[in-house]
Antibody
């Protein structure tokens, strides 16, 4: 059974960089696509982007200029880096496995709340 | 890319059927058969219940079914049970000039 676990700071200051890591267990990261999705408190889901097993990426156009998703196959992890954050980036951040080319997400982490505040 | 449109709420009594709609455009739902539905209980991560419009992952009861007509997709939950009470989100591939996955705003399903 594939399991995903997000980790990283729960509080980030405005204008700084949000960095999260997702550790995958029960499966190898060098197959499938791996995604980040976020959910502001009390609101709906927003697709952030994905990285494939080969390292190719696709990002939400609204975040592309601030976003980097990377892969570390030696640690079975993938990471998210979002620069110049504002309060609008406050959300629960989920990592997920994509079973169909980055389009649908069949395994999810439990999510981690990141608050942007000074 | 715009979000997909879902009704904010839906409800039904145990044993009844409820259908939740998800309206997009000819650039997403109308163009691709990549509509996905997720169930989310409070404080939990979303769970995949349908993908590619009608396909159910292993373990999802056949009470959950999906369809699509034009730019609108639908999720039907038959034989409602108390544990079906949750938020439901649709999503669709919205490719074109660039790869994108659009989500709906979510529908709160209440089992009366």
């Amino acid at each position: 059974q594939v399991q995903l676990q997000e980790s990283g700071p729960g509080l980030v200051k405005p204008s700084e960089t949000l960095s999260l890591t997702c550790t995958v267990s029960g499966g190898y990261i060098n197959s499938y696509y791996w995604a980040w999705i976020r959910q502001p408190p009390g609101k709906g889901l927003e697709w952030i982007g994905y990285i494939s097993f080969s390292g190719s990426t696709n990002y939400n156009p609204s975040l592309r200029s601030r976003l980097t998703i990377s892969l570390d196959t030696s640690k079975n992890q993938f990471s998210l880096r979002l620069t110049s954050v504002t309060a609008a980036d406050t959300a629960v951040y989920y990592c997920a496995r994509s079973g169909v080319g980055g389009i649908m997400f069949d395994y999810w982490g439990r999510g981690t709340l990141v608050t942007v505040s000074s | 890319q715009s979000a997909l449109t879902q009704p904010p709420s839906a409800s039904g009594s145990p044993g009844q059927s409820v259908t939740i709609s998800c309206t997009g455009t000819s650039s997403d739902i109308g163009r691709f058969d990549y509509v996905t539905w997720y169930q989310q209980h409070p404080g939990k991560a979303p769970k995949l219940v349908l993908y590619e419009v009608t396909k159910r992952p292993s373990g999802v009861p056949d009470r959950f079914s999906g369809s699509k007509s034009g730019n609108t997709a639908s999720l039907t939950v038959s034989g409602l049970q108390a544990e079906d009470e949750a938020d439901y989100y649709c999503s669709s591939y919205a490719g074109g000039n660039s790869f994108h996955v659009a989500f709906g705003g979510g529908t709160k399903l209440t089992v009366l």
